[in-house]
């Protein structure tokens, strides 16, 4: 196995963060955009996206998008589990993982790749729609802090793969000026709380 | 089980084709939007975004999110399998099935609610962001045309939940422009194959 890596991806990190958790040591190949190894036919062939992270298995196959490398290294190396251990907790961080992807970390990606520099000539930006996603943003943190009340963890009692998600993603909000207010002590302390993991910086 | 349903919606008719493709039976509430019944705290207690579909279980515990409520149908009625029946093929189908989402439905969705009349007012609407969705989407057909040459469907060699989402986003592309051309067999000749499926009109 090995894992096709991009350091400043939000969406690699995902992976890395998933893998140290499970205590895997899978080789990583980091991928230098400069060269442009991403996007020859070599690298297509291994994700039509040209994307990166990918995971390739030792007899070549490839599975690309963080999410589905996840899923098939939680069934090959079930412990600890970080996807739920009954059907009804499986869906239940399964919604909660899409909810922080599709409510919190969409608007900051977008909010990133319409208004950052490194994005110019990349990517059609409109300016405009810049303060809309981080405004949406915000909206989301409103009911993650409601949603956070009492509970240690986003999905169910146990640290989940939806934690990991909403790390990656505030991470990836500060740059864009995402962030939890001081008021919002729930979303705080879950910070602190899985920010001391020591799999945190992987 | 219930399930809150909301027809016009493509989410929930991902799900309402995923539990037809099951033969299931569950009973359906219709949310009338016009009643703002689905921003009272009483739906807010089944999902807090205020949105449909939920699937209700006979305790009162409720999943949201499209995904997941079909994550969970899939483990509690397994046949026919529509996400897979190996790792490998779980993480293949939940691969086409993001891929299909995040870079086909997203666009197309965006341009609905940034161009439509129907949204104005309830989301801020930014024009200008329109004809890049379209063209993302346009972009996305071409991907999905060369991975479906001498393939029947689109994630492995049977049915799956990734066409499932690639009929009801196509759907949903009408609405907005994004159309396969005439010259996109391989695209044109799968959604013949998959619309003439008796479950294709749920």
């Given amino acids: ?33 400069a060269t442009g190894y991403h996007k020859s036919p070599e690298y297509l062939k291994k994700n039509i996206m040209g994307r990166m992270p990918v995971l390739e298995l030792d007899d070549g ?85 409601t949603s956070l009340e009492g509970r240690d963890y986003i999905a169910t009692d146990t640290y989940s793969i939806a934690d990991i998600t909403a790390q990656c993603t505030l991470l990836m909000g500060k740059a864009v000026g995402v962030r939890p207010t001081e008021q919002q002590k729930n979303i705080n302390s879950w910070w602190e709380r899985v920010t001391s993991r020591p799999t945190a910086r992987a």
């Fill in 61 to 145: 196959t490839t599975i690309s998008e963080s999410h589905a490398i996840c899923c098939y290294l939680e069934e090959i190396y079930p412990e600890p589990p970080l996807m739920g251990q009954t059907p009804l907790e499986r869906a239940t961080i399964e919604m909660w993982n899409r909810r922080i992807e599709l409510d919190l970390l969409n608007p900051i990606l977008n909010a990133f790749v319409h208004g950052h520099p490194m994005w110019k000539g990349i990517r059609e930006q409109v300016a405009e729609f810049v303060p809309i996603c981080v405004n949406n943003a915000n909206k989301s943190l409103e009911w993650l802090e």
């Fill in 1 to 33: 196995m090995k894992l096709y890596d991009l350091p400043a991806s939000p969406n690699a990190r995902r992976v890395r963060m998933f893998i140290a958790e499970k205590g895997l040591d899978i080789p990583k190949e980091e991928i230098d955009l």
